[in-house]
């Protein structure tokens, strides 16, 4: 690992002003994902600026129809939360799914969701639950939110508060567990929102997506049958040494269907 | 540049000065000397270096030593009673040949640890999905699981 020097942030204020005064900085969070990227060597921050000691950036609230979860709140504690297990069961169980329990004690939602790894979870919770990630700047809609591989619509220097997940009638998530890391090999999300459903789709692509065609066929019928025959389009998919994007593509369309199946059970 | 450190590591107080890029892990073995806590991977998969952080199970390789700061460690030179008695894992681990090389013992004894506090009365299945970031390379699991599960039930009826 190269070195570099090393900052508590007192409060986001003194976050957002070191992110300005040094030179190469990067925020650190539970640093499940940044301490193995510098200990490979992909990455040379200048300077980290650690968020652990921001007492405002931790915990959950039930806020009318919205569940918000503060960026520093890890997969652990948004997995064992009472609040979000009776509000959005399958939040609680995609936190719970996440790595292992070592992982899930120091990873957090803010880490997770700002470096929108396409094999990550969170990011198909954030876009199936329509939820809404806050900056120390602005409001970003999920909509917005996921732009590439690894890529989202924060600007340099901005900082994820909280993410406001929008409550719904009934959401399921499921996912192809890689086996050694835990990370999805294809995830989906299905929510339904009175006469509107979402499914959204983590591992496949670069980023997350939505599936409108599944969407459109749910909000119809909402029914196993409605997306058993709605094939994706291998083409903009992800394929690597795990598995085809042509395998991907028909992972979308079985786990779909299961999260249909289970939600109509 | 070097940083002024201080933590509790079982139960005293330790400072040190250290690179920010130095490791908990290494922290602990090297600074303190402490090399219960081992390093299988260093890739955070492994789970040979799993610590407690304020009671709760963590990956020390995954750490940097400056992340600690002012907490409590728990490393497995820490888990027996001060006259030398087994921590109830320790013991169980024992006898249900939880072991081979041992080059995993500390970690798994220090998740399963963890694993009794979250999950009292844990079942098979969920030990063993509670065991996903701990690797073993010799014994199978099967002698882990069933320690776990018998120290688990130990240290709740003691608590009772
Ligand atoms: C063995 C292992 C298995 C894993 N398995 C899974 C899995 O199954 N599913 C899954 O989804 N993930 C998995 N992960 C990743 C894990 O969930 C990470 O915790 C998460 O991706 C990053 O969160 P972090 O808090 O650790 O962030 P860090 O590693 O601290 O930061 C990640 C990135 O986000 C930036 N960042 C952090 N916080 C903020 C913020 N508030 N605002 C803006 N930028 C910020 C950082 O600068 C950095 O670039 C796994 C990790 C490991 C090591
Ligand atoms: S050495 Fe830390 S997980 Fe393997
Ligand atoms: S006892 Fe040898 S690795 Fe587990």
Do not use: W
């Amino acid at each position: 690992m190269h070195n570099f020097n090393y900052h508590h942030a007192a409060d986001i204020a003194d976050a957002a002003l070191k992110l300005k005064v040094t030179v190469e900085p990067k925020l650190l969070a539970g640093g499940m994902t940044l301490l193995p990227t510098l200990k490979n060597r992909l990455a040379q921050p200048s300077d980290l600026i650690d968020l652990a000691k921001i007492d405002g950036l931790k915990g959950i609230s039930v806020e009318g129809k919205e569940v918000v979860v503060k960026a520093m709140t890890t997969h652990a504690v948004v997995a064992a939360s009472t609040d979000v297990r009776k509000a959005i069961p399958a939040l609680a169980d995609l936190a719970d799914g996440i790595g292992d329990p070592a992982v899930r004690h120091r990873g957090t939602i803010g880490g997770s969701v700002a470096n929108s790894d396409p094999a990550a979870d969170y990011p198909a919770g954030v876009l199936g639950l329509d939820a809404v990630v806050e900056t120390n700047e602005r409001k970003i809609n999920a909509d917005d939110f996921f732009t590439g591989l690894f890529e989202t619509a924060l600007k340099p220097g901005e900082i994820i508060t909280a993410v406001r997940f929008k409550i719904p009638d009934r959401a399921h998530y499921m996912k192809f567990r890689h086996p050694a890391s835990g990370y999805a090999v294809v995830g989906v999300m299905v929510a339904q929102y009175g006469a509107k459903v979402r499914v959204a789709v983590t591992g496949a692509g670069p980023n997350a997506f939505r599936v409108r065609a599944m969407e459109d066929a749910l909000e119809k019928s909402f029914a196993p049958a409605s997306v058993a025959n709605i094939k994706i389009p291998a083409g903009d998919l992800l394929g690597d040494i795990h598995c085809s994007a042509e395998y991907r593509a028909h992972l979308v369309n079985v786990y779909a269907r299961r999260c249909v199946e289970a939600l109509v059970k | 540049m070097e940083y002024n450190v201080q933590m509790t590591v079982n139960g005293k107080a330790v400072s040190g000065k250290v690179e920010a890029r130095t490791l908990l892990v290494q922290f602990i073995r090297e600074h303190l000397r402490l090399t219960g806590t081992h390093v299988g991977c260093d890739t955070t998969q492994c789970g040979c270096c799993v610590i407690h952080v304020d009671g709760v199970a963590m990956k020390s390789c995954t750490m940097l030593a400056l992340q600690a700061d002012g907490k409590s460690i728990l490393t497995i030179e820490g888990l027996a009673a001060a006259d030398g008695a087994l921590h109830p894992m320790q013991q169980a681990f024992r006898d249900h040949h939880g072991l081979q090389c041992g080059f995993c013992t500390p970690g798994m004894v220090m998740m399963g640890v963890d694993i009794a506090r979250r999950l009292p009365g844990a079942d098979e299945k969920t030990v063993r999905h509670q065991l996903e970031g701990n690797i073993c390379r010799c014994t199978g699991y099967q002698g882990i699981v069933e320690a776990i599960m018998d120290a688990s039930a130990k240290m709740h009826a003691a608590k009772a």
